[in-house]
């Protein structure tokens, strides 16, 4: 079994780094998680990361020499042609201009690549979760912050500076609420997690009887959880926060449909759990505002990997390098 | 010269149908025009087309041998893989489900290529004008209809539907004036030729002396021209409603930014000769409200193909699909 070849796949979150053995089918045979604060400068990081790979390997019986890559998403801006870390969030110092993909490689003796964690997830659920089979899909990520990854023509498309995907900030209003960019009307200012738990409180105060209570049996922690659970319980002013939600969300999404006509539209992200919430008017929302042919032949559907998906996504990312230098 | 190969290209309009004999660099050696109302009809059309292309042909001195296929843009719904038209706009008839390519290759002879007429030019403007050079190109047209075609990873992009690229109909705001297509926001709604009139007029009962004066000049018979005239001759109200048309523009165009980041952006249609009074804004806007490292990497530029941009695409379109073919 030495030579069976695998593909390691990283998540390297602001809390947590999430290193996995992802297989050609994309399946992960195993799963190690070391923590962001120990692993917080990039040499720290990529020792870490070697014994993580060092120790897989031994549970799984695989050898150092199968190994075809290693595939990073963080999140940040990233040079992915050339493995530098312009910035990263939510990691101490941000790494800036780290040649982030060289440094690994000198450490794993193997090819590494770097990319922004929303597209290695995009990737992902294209190759293998909810976008499996299409060659032009579309993913957005439902949460504090709202992005997008693209693909087109079965490639991840990064636009000339590596920031294609940005739904998040497109903005659907000429004015609406101010964003965490500080610009009016981006989607993130109506869909993000600050924005509905700005609209929640706003329902606790004006009516939402049942959401003001599972509030208050919290302590007065409003989580978007507790919206989803009030409106599960029949809570009108709760049930109507999801119903904008998905109506805000259908508005940029159908400028979506008009720009890209996709086949594919994969929502994912924590705040996606509330689909069954939401999905109604976002689907009439979308039948609405775009046109019916390239409406009607996207299907926009709920992201697959779950937790898994920067892992996953991590490995296709190694396969799309190696492709490329192949051509 | 007998073997030299050469090209045609067809802008199929609804009142002439421009025939132009391209090269090898995106030159123009020849043209004919037969008019729409004359050849109404499929058969009609490829018959008049077949005419016109052994004169051409006579007049340059070129042989039918040499003709490496005709590609025509025509405005409507086509589906460009099957050379089929769904539909045209502002054509007799319409054409429903006709196998154009087809028809024309039939009776002319030679490969045909049939996409819709803003692909076409988006396509020529890539090539050979104003999105030269490039990998990522957006082209927009500015006119009674806003439509646009995007250039990805060197290739015309069409998504799933053939529709792709309908910036004309992307929302920039959650009400906003009502389009033709029925629904509010869409920018064409904001600078489309009605949306210009209509401000225009309004501006004219409220303040813009120039440009009432010039409208009863030409006997209340207002264009987008007179609002240009005007606001270079100080109308302040006509200069503002340029400066608007630039901002509403811009906010469109940011979105595009936001998710494709791309290189350029060509700007191309009757209203783009309007250019220097809606720049300033334009730019501002998309410098506001687009991230500043993709801003700053996208050039937004005017089309320079002119009214040959259709023809000159048309052969384009030819290449493409014999690329496609050769793959």
Not at 297 to 326: F, M, P, S, T
């Amino acid at each position: 079994m030495g030579q069976r070849k695998w593909t390691v796949g990283v998540d390297f979150g602001g809390t947590n780094i999430k290193v996995g053995v992802v297989d050609g089918q994309g399946k992960v045979a195993g799963e190690a998680v070391l923590s962001t604060r120990d692993h917080a400068t990039p040499s720290a990081f990529a020792e870490g990361l070697d014994e993580a790979i060092d120790q897989l390997a031994d549970r799984l019986g695989l050898t150092r020499e199968g190994l075809c890559g290693a595939g990073i998403g963080a999140p940040g801006l990233i040079d992915v042609r050339r493995g530098l870390v312009y910035r990263l969030v939510n990691v101490p110092g941000g790494w800036p201009n780290v040649p982030l993909a060289r440094l690994l490689e000198q450490r794993l003796r193997c090819p590494c690549a770097v990319d922004n964690d929303v597209n290695v997830v995009a990737l992902g659920e294209w190759r293998f979760g909810a976008g499996r089979g299409t060659l032009n899909s579309v993913y957005i990520t439902l949460g504090t912050g709202v992005g997008g990854g693209l693909v087109i023509n079965g490639q991840l498309f990064r636009g000339i500076t590596g920031s294609a995907g940005e739904i998040g900030h497109m903005a659907i209003s000429l004015d609406g609420p101010r964003c965490a960019c500080g610009r009016r009307g981006c989607l993130e200012a109506f869909v993000g997690t600050a924005a509905l738990l700005r609209n929640a409180r706003h329902a606790g105060q004006s009516g939402g009887r049942i959401l003001a209570r599972l509030t208050r049996q919290h302590r007065g922690r409003l989580t978007p959880e507790l919206i989803s659970q009030a409106a599960q319980a029949g809570d009108q002013a709760a049930i109507r926060i999801w119903q904008e939600f998905g109506r805000d969300l259908g508005l940029a999404l159908a400028n979506v449909v008009h720009l890209l006509s996709p086949e594919r539209i994969v929502i994912g992200g924590g705040i996606s759990r509330a689909w069954p919430l939401f999905a109604p008017s976002l689907m009439t929302t979308i039948r609405q505002e775009a046109f019916e042919v390239p409406a009607n032949a996207c299907h926009i559907v709920r992201a697959k990997l779950g937790d898994r998906a920067g892992i996953i996504g991590g490995a296709v990312l190694v396969w799309e390098q190696q492709r490329r230098i192949d051509d």
